[in-house]
């Protein structure tokens, strides 16, 4: 029998809190053990467990999985949140990436040497040219793909939560998307994770940023 899910990556959100998220909807347990010195990382290169010498890694079924997109490829397609057939398939992968486009803009914000034009330039690109596909798209459908819950869905909840924190009322224009963020909320794994105490990591901080750097040993923020 598998062992259980692991995870290696900072406690913090960066590229493994799709991962998190997307392990909760299908409701698997999983473990975390955090990169928190050089010293973890270079272990876990020493020990051949990084392909590229990248995290997020997930050990699960038996293998230690990276780059993040074939991870959740590999989970959506394990627990049916990768759409009915090649046609849903293709959708679901389009959504996802321009949702993945748009939240690794914020991801890397604490990084940034000036976030402030950055900033502007999300929520501009979020207003005129994320968020009306999506409103277009659940105009009707309570999912994005098929009628049916896809990790497409659940990466697309997480951006929409992602953009209210720095963008507070930026769905007021976004009716179906508003309403689409409610209804996933009220799935019961969804809302346990949303409760304080749960595996959902908070905004990054300061000791997050300084963690990543060490860890990698970045000297500079990015410009
Ligand atoms: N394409 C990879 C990129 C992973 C990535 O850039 N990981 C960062 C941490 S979030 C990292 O390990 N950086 C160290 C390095 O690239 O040397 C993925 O999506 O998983």
Redesign the pocket.
Known sequence: MAGKVVLHYFNGR??MESIRWLLTVAEVEFDEVYLSTREQYEKLLSDGDLM?????MVEIDGMKL????A?LNYIAEKYNLHGKDLKDRVMINMYSEGVIDLMEMIMILPFSADPKPKLDNIQSKAKERYLPVFEKALSGPIYLVGGKLSCADVQLLECTLMLEEKFPGILADFPNVKSFQGRMTRIPAISRFLQPGSKRKSQPDETYTKT?MEV?KIKIPFP
């Open positions: 960066g590229k590229f010498q990248q995290v997020p990276v780059q993040t997109k991870i990543i990698f």
